[in-house]
């Protein structure tokens, strides 16, 4: 039996200082400290490269972001970020130093026990901070807003109307005299603070339209901003914080991501359980739960939800209408039950964020149509729609198909039966033949047979070398 030649490389990464350890086959040890900026980070790779030929760097998500992996990636190396909320802990330790967790980093890569996470490109992380710097400006338009109301309220007064606000409300501030000098400058120093913060708030709302132009998902925002209580910047809040929502293979998936689902502490024939788990990604868990809000009136297609979904396919409306029907008869059925209020606007965006990943799916393809790592330079200038749609609705709408072409490729494809197309590797349809042990529909061998056929004969450029592996 051959010993694994991988260096696993743990990394405790602060601000200044990055502490190294190396797990081999057979030891643990120690390397050292180097300090946090990218020149240190250089040279230890360069020394460590030296020494060892295979190498994967492991370091815990934190402040410091994803600099450190595009950094090592960069150079060719495998480089793995973790959760720190998922790493594995004793119950018993009590100590902890930035020696110990590099080494107990590495320890866990070699035994295969971290589950690295989605690591976002540069451009789809710029649209992350643009979107938070947002938040962070609602929060502080919040925060001067209360401020203001409280100095009001010491003073005994109170607006007369309902609404807070509003061109009336704030009509009625600006004609507010207050008793004491020191008190009016308090008061207009507040006032200010309002406009300035409502001001920034304005132009990061427009600097995230104008970005949204250029942005690679603009397809997905436009797709759930045909969901009832999702516009433009409710969308982009979403894909910008969960990226790549292909990457989910169920919905489920998708909501233990958000932590809307339940936790649970079941032994035995008991089960028990209880709030939902708040895991993952906060900020897009309180996107849908405020969209989730809506859901209490009845299901209609008001003007703005017409205007968003008139460019949107067909297919994208009619689950949207599905989701409505679905969604605002779930909220009534469980208000009926007297359930708490805030409990029905969780469990409605749990199921609000299966349609959303629902929303998602086919747009993948829309991707693949003009990526050369999809189709492998099959398209010069891309796919029409029609013809795209031909080929794969089969796939998306028949649970059957998909059925059958996953055990298709899984039994039926070897790994030398596939056609080297540019930088991507498909499967030659053409060649394949089911075996006995692959229980392959006909229907399936049909689609994927004529889906590849079609596709080699209309769009195959001059001058691509087409090589079988």
């Not at 796939?395 to 039966?417: C, E, Q, T």
Request: charge should be positive; proline fraction near 4%.
């Amino acid at each position: 039996m051959t010993k694994s030649s991988t260096v696993f490389v743990g990394m405790d990464v602060h601000k200044e200082s990055i502490e190294i350890a190396l797990a081999q086959e057979d030891e643990v040890r120690r390397f050292g400290r180097i300090a946090g900026d990218a020149a240190s980070v250089d040279r230890a790779v360069r020394k460590l490269r030296s020494a060892h030929r295979d190498m994967v760097f492991v370091y815990e998500a934190g402040p410091c972001g994803f600099w450190l992996y595009r950094r090592v990636a960069g150079q060719g190396l495998k480089c793995m970020v973790v959760s720190p909320s998922m790493t594995p802990k004793r119950a018993g330790e009590r100590i902890k130093t930035d020696r110990r967790d590099a080494v107990k980093l590495a320890r866990l890569a070699r035994a295969g026990e971290l589950t690295a996470i989605y690591v976002p490109d540069e451009r789809d992380e710029a649209m992350r901070d643009l979107v938070r710097a947002r938040e962070d400006a609602v929060s502080m338009q919040r925060q001067a807003r209360q401020r203001l109301q409280a100095l009001l309220l010491r003073n005994e007064i109170r607006y007369p109307k309902r609404t807070a606000w509003t061109e009336a409300h704030r009509r009625w501030i600006a004609h507010i005299k207050l008793a004491q000098p020191t008190q009016q400058i308090a008061f207009e120093e507040y006032v200010q603070a309002i406009q300035e913060a409502g001001a920034r708030l304005q132009r990061l709302s427009s600097a995230i339209t104008a970005a949204l132009e250029s942005w690679r998902w603009k397809p997905v925002v436009e797709a759930l901003q045909a969901l009832r209580g999702i516009q433009e910047l409710h969308a982009v809040r979403i894909v910008a914080e969960l990226g790549d929502l292909t990457r989910f293979d169920s919905p489920r998936g998708l909501m233990g991501y958000l932590g809307l689902i339940p936790s649970e502490h079941s032994t035995g024939a008991r089960r028990r359980q209880g709030g939902i788990t708040k895991a993952g990604n906060s900020s897009a868990r309180r996107a849908l739960v405020e969209a989730a809000h809506v859901y209490r009136f009845p299901a209609r297609v008001s003007r703005g939800i017409a205007k968003r979904q008139s460019a949107l396919d067909a297919r994208i409306c009619a689950l949207s209408w599905k989701a409505q029907v679905r969604l605002c008869g779930r909220f009534r059925t469980l208000s009926a039950r007297g359930m708490q209020r805030n409990k029905v606007v969780v469990a409605i965006a749990r199921e609000l964020s299966g349609f959303v990943w629902a929303i998602a799916q086919p747009l993948r393809m829309a991707a693949l149509r003009h990526s050369p790592i999809g189709f492998g330079w099959l398209a010069k200038h891309g796919i029409p729609k029609e013809l795209t749609r031909s080929w794969l609705n089969p796939l998306l709408a028949d649970r059957g198909v998909r059925r059958d072409v996953r055990k298709l490729l899984k039994g039926a494809v070897s790994p030398r039966s596939g056609m080297t197309l540019g930088m991507a590797t498909v499967p030659s349809f053409s060649s394949v033949r089911p075996s006995s042990s692959v229980k392959a529909s006909s229907a399936a061998c049909a689609w994927a047979a004529s889906a590849w056929a079609a596709a080699r004969a209309a769009w195959w450029p001059e001058g691509v070398c087409c090589a079988a592996s």
